[in-house]
């Protein structure tokens, strides 16, 4: 028995290394592309600015004091800093609702996919996919030029005689977030449409027989089925477009800015590097507190969805 029990726990123990050996590069990978520069940017973040850019070896934690707070060069009295806290605030409420619209509209594409006859959903599952084809540059330079004032938008909408002069959607956050939705639409039909194919319709049928109104289907059986794609596809969506840069810099004209870009300031025109690693590991934690609020509600759906 002894002999079975250590060639047992020789053969667990080979298994164990064997993965540990596969799994080793993309761990290297990992460390050196992505823990790495991370851990950079938070010892930047501790240290003091140098004069023309770059950073002074000495530790400091005035960069973290500068993201909530601002001391003024003459005086020194403390103020909260409105400028900071009003992009971040902009970040998120952008953010938000990107994450909303996306929602309202992917969902309803998901489940017309999913409902469609199995050898037509890759047609349509093709034709969602196909912006992804495009950088996401010429994808704004395309939104640009159907809401500015001379626009296809602007030049519809006076030909009906709905306006009398061109409306001003371009450089405002009706811009940044109408590109966001555009951009980021794909990254929640396709997390809901993985779960929604895995519902059985009878259940939906045996709701219609119960009398439940559309409604009711939609609440007690349709959603819950699909919370693991809903909570995956907002998190998809809501965390790239906190950190968007080129979105705001394109459709924002550089007046609407967002976190991504007041970050790309400090490290360029700002020449406060610092403050832009702060700001970055600022970022870094609200993201995190979103990746952990998906785990968080998808491990307790536990209908293996998730």
Known sequence: MSTAAEAAATAKSKEVRDRWLLSAPALLLIALASVGPLLIVLIYSFLAPGAYGDVKWQFSTEAWFNVFLSRDIF????????????????????????????????????????????????????????????????????????????????????????????????????????????????????????????????????????????????????????????IAGSILVFIPALSSYVIPRILGGGKNLMIGNLIELQFGQGRNWPLGASLSITLVIIVLAAMLYYVKNAGKSGDGHA
Request: hydrophobic share 55%.
């Open 75 to 230: 005086d020194g009295t403390i103020s909260i800093a409105d400028a900071h806290l009003s992009i971040l605030w902009r970040s998120i409420k952008l953010a938000v609702a990107t994450t909303a619209i996306s929602l309202i509209f992917g969902f309803p594409t998901a489940y017309f996919i999913a409902s469609r006859p199995p050898h037509i959903r890759s047609v349509w599952l093709f034709l969602i996919t196909i912006p992804f084809w495009t950088n996401m540059l010429i994808r704004a330079f395309a939104i640009q030029e159907v809401i500015r004032n001379e626009g296809l938008a602007n030049t519809i909408l006076m030909k009906l005689g709905v306006i009398s002069a061109p409306m001003q959607m371009l450089y405002t956050d009706f811009a940044i977030l109408l590109g966001m939705a555009y951009v980021h639409l794909p990254l929640m039909v396709l997390p809901l449409y993985a779960s929604m194919e895995k519902i059985d319709f009878r259940l939906v049928e045996a709701g219609y027989d119960l009398y439940a109104t559309r409604f009711q289907v939609l609440r007690r059986i349709i959603i819950p089925l699909v919370k693991p794609g809903i």
